[in-house]
Protein backbone atom coordinates (compact mmCIF):
# COMPACT_ATOMS: atom_id res chain seq x y z
CA UNK A 1 0.00 0.00 0.00
CA UNK A 2 1.17 3.68 -0.72
CA UNK A 3 2.09 5.18 2.04
CA UNK A 4 1.13 8.69 0.51
CA UNK A 5 -2.34 7.58 0.17
CA UNK A 6 -2.33 5.92 3.95
CA UNK A 7 -1.31 9.06 5.14
CA UNK A 8 -3.87 11.41 3.44
CA UNK A 9 -6.94 8.68 4.72
CA UNK A 10 -5.42 9.40 8.05
CA UNK A 11 -5.37 13.06 7.55
CA UNK A 12 -9.17 13.09 6.65
CA UNK A 13 -10.20 10.79 9.73
CA UNK A 14 -8.07 11.87 12.46
CA UNK A 15 -10.22 14.43 13.83
CA UNK A 16 -13.33 12.23 13.90
CA UNK A 17 -11.22 8.41 15.33
CA UNK A 18 -10.20 10.66 17.79
CA UNK A 19 -13.47 12.28 19.05
CA UNK A 20 -14.33 8.95 19.59
CA UNK A 21 -14.44 7.14 23.30
CA UNK A 22 -11.18 6.05 24.72
CA UNK A 23 -8.63 7.00 21.54
CA UNK A 24 -5.62 8.40 22.82
CA UNK A 25 -3.98 8.73 19.38
CA UNK A 26 -3.87 8.02 15.89
CA UNK A 27 -0.91 6.83 13.81
CA UNK A 28 0.39 4.79 11.05
CA UNK A 29 2.12 1.24 11.12
CA UNK A 30 1.87 -2.16 11.10
CA UNK A 31 0.50 -4.57 13.52
CA UNK A 32 3.05 -6.68 15.14
CA UNK A 33 3.01 -10.00 16.49
CA UNK A 34 6.01 -11.17 18.67
CA UNK A 35 8.01 -8.29 17.42
CA UNK A 36 6.97 -9.48 13.39
CA UNK A 37 4.95 -7.77 11.11
CA UNK A 38 1.50 -9.65 10.19
CA UNK A 39 -0.09 -7.66 7.82
CA UNK A 40 0.43 -4.17 5.65
CA UNK A 41 0.81 -0.72 6.94
CA UNK A 42 -2.27 0.46 7.98
CA UNK A 43 -3.98 3.19 10.34
CA UNK A 44 -3.28 1.93 14.10
CA UNK A 45 -5.84 3.89 16.51
CA UNK A 46 -4.61 3.62 19.93
CA UNK A 47 -6.87 3.29 22.66
CA UNK A 48 -6.44 3.63 26.09
CA UNK A 49 -8.38 0.19 26.62
CA UNK A 50 -10.41 -2.31 24.31
CA UNK A 51 -13.94 -2.50 24.74
CA UNK A 52 -16.06 -5.10 23.22
CA UNK A 53 -18.71 -3.31 19.93
CA UNK A 54 -21.66 -4.11 22.03
CA UNK A 55 -20.24 -2.23 24.92
CA UNK A 56 -19.86 1.02 22.94
CA UNK A 57 -22.22 3.97 21.90
CA UNK A 58 -22.43 3.59 17.68
CA UNK A 59 -21.08 6.79 17.26
CA UNK A 60 -17.57 5.46 19.32
CA UNK A 61 -17.14 2.21 16.97
CA UNK A 62 -13.77 1.94 15.35
CA UNK A 63 -14.23 0.83 11.53
CA UNK A 64 -12.44 -1.81 10.41
CA UNK A 65 -10.85 -0.20 7.59
CA UNK A 66 -11.27 3.52 6.37
CA UNK A 67 -11.89 3.56 2.58
CA UNK A 68 -9.13 1.61 1.20
CA UNK A 69 -7.10 1.70 4.48
CA UNK A 70 -6.89 -1.00 6.93
CA UNK A 71 -7.41 0.12 10.46
CA UNK A 72 -5.56 -1.55 13.66
CA UNK A 73 -6.67 -0.78 17.33
CA UNK A 74 -4.05 -1.25 19.78
CA UNK A 75 -4.32 -1.13 23.47
CA UNK A 76 -2.31 0.89 25.41
CA UNK A 77 -1.80 3.24 28.75
CA UNK A 78 -3.00 6.25 28.62
CA UNK A 79 0.11 8.72 27.77
CA UNK A 80 1.96 11.17 30.50
CA UNK A 81 4.98 13.08 31.06
CA UNK A 82 7.35 11.79 32.81
CA UNK A 83 8.88 14.09 35.04
CA UNK A 84 12.56 13.69 35.90
Do not use: C, F
Not at 37 to 53: D, M, Q, Y
Amino acid sequence: MDLDHIREVKARYESELLSKANVVSVGIGLPLRDGEPVAEPGIVVSVTHKVKANELAPQDLIPQQLDDVRVWIEAVDRPHAINN
